[in-house]
C-alpha cells in the first residue's frame, strides 16, 4: 500500500511540477494584461480622434466659403491635439 501511495504522489508530482513555471510567470502574465487593456483604451482614443478629425474637416468643407481666423482654428484644433498627445504619451509608457 506505501508502494502505491508514493507511486500516486510520483505521478501527481511529475503532473504538477510544470506549473511551477506557470506560477512564477503569473506576476508577468498580469502585467502583459494590464498592458493590453491599456492598449485597448489607446486604440479606442485614436479612433474617436480619428473620427473627430474626419468631422473636422467635413466642418472645414463645409465653411470654404466662410472666413476662418486662426484662433478660431486653434480652438478647435487644441483639444484634439491635446488628446493626441495624452494618448501618444500611454503608447509610449506601454513601449
Do not use: F
Not at 65 to 87: I, V
Request: proline fraction near 3%; charged fraction near 20%; charge should be negative.
Amino acid at each position: 500500500m506505501t508502494n502505491s501511495v508514493v507511486a500516486r504522489l510520483s505521478a501527481l508530482h511529475s503532473r504538477l511540477a510544470p506549473l511551477v513555471d506557470v506560477d512564477q510567470q503569473l506576476p508577468d502574465l498580469t502585467c502583459i494584461t494590464a498592458a493590453l487593456a491599456r492598449l485597448d483604451d489607446v486604440v479606442l482614443s485614436l479612433n474617436r480622434l480619428s473620427g473627430a478629425l474626419e468631422l473636422l474637416l467635413e466642418l472645414l468643407d463645409a465653411a470654404h466659403a466662410r472666413r476662418l481666423s486662426g484662433e478660431q482654428l486653434h480652438c478647435l484644433l487644441e483639444p484634439l491635439a491635446n488628446k493626441l498627445q495624452g494618448t501618444l504619451e500611454v503608447l509610449d509608457d506601454l513601449l
